[in-house]
């Protein structure tokens, strides 16, 4: 059963600490998503790729946010220097590039004090 | 104002009612559009998908599409304790850099109780 796989589950860390959040997409996907959810602000899209290549990262803070993927199995979002608005429920999915096949993975929860 | 608004409730049902959810949008390039049903500390996951406009039904869910009125709309039919959950109405806009990308609903918190 291919899933998407996130790593950690929970973070809790202090205000000016790096995170990195770490996700392996479904073997065989060339499209991956990054997203944030809050309460107030539902899930926001921060940054997207196909085939390996950031397509759109309109919805990140640069300043502190920042995307990638070595390679096809894994895909990374670091956050540097957090913050405690920065505290959120992140999601990584991955699909084969049609919008109605996006697999979500379980998501990291992040407290920042 | 969000390219796609929905209602977030909560929304509190008692066992074997039909549910209405709905999101309307303001983006005309909106092609696909989705529902997802997440469950608490759990990934959102695809529950209906439609293209266009249109209707679809899939067992007790019914999912509408009206372009012209820039409204969707998901029916849960006798509705059961275990569809509690938060839904989210997803769109995409068809071709280029934006083909794939999703723009979602805030979600809607529904509770089916015995």
């Known amino acids: 059963d291919a899933r998407v796989t996130q790593t950690p589950r929970d973070k809790v860390t202090e205000m000016g600490q790096e995170v990195t959040m770490r996700c392996q997409p479904i073997l065989g996907h060339n499209t991956v998503f990054w997203y944030r959810q809050t309460m107030m602000q539902g899930l926001e899209l921060l940054a997207y790729f196909r085939n390996r290549a950031p397509l759109d990262d309109s919805g990140m803070p640069k300043d502190r946010f920042s995307a990638e993927m070595p390679d096809a199995t894994l895909a990374t979002l670091k956050i540097q220097p957090s913050e405690p608005r920065d505290s959120a429920v992140y999601f990584c999915?991955?699909?084969?590039?049609?919008?109605?096949?996006?697999?979500f993975g379980p998501g990291t929860r992040l407290t920042v004090l | 104002q969000k390219e796609v608004e929905q209602d977030p409730g909560p929304l509190s049902v008692p066992e074997g009612a039909i549910v209405s959810l709905n999101c309307t949008y303001s983006n005309s390039a909106f092609q696909y559009f989705m529902w997802y049903r997440q469950y608490s500390r759990k990934g959102p996951e695809l529950l209906m998908y439609t293209y266009s406009s249109g209707n679809k039904e899939d067992g007790r869910f019914t999912a509408q599409v009206d372009k012209s009125s820039k409204y969707i709309s998901l029916f849960i039919r006798d509705s059961q304790p275990s569809d509690s959950a938060t839904y989210l109405c997803a769109m995409s806009a068809e071709g280029g850099t934006s083909y794939g990308k999703l723009t979602f609903g805030q979600g809607t918190i529904l509770t089916v109780h015995p």
């Open positions: 999915a991955s699909g084969p590039g049609r919008p109605d096949t996006q697999y």
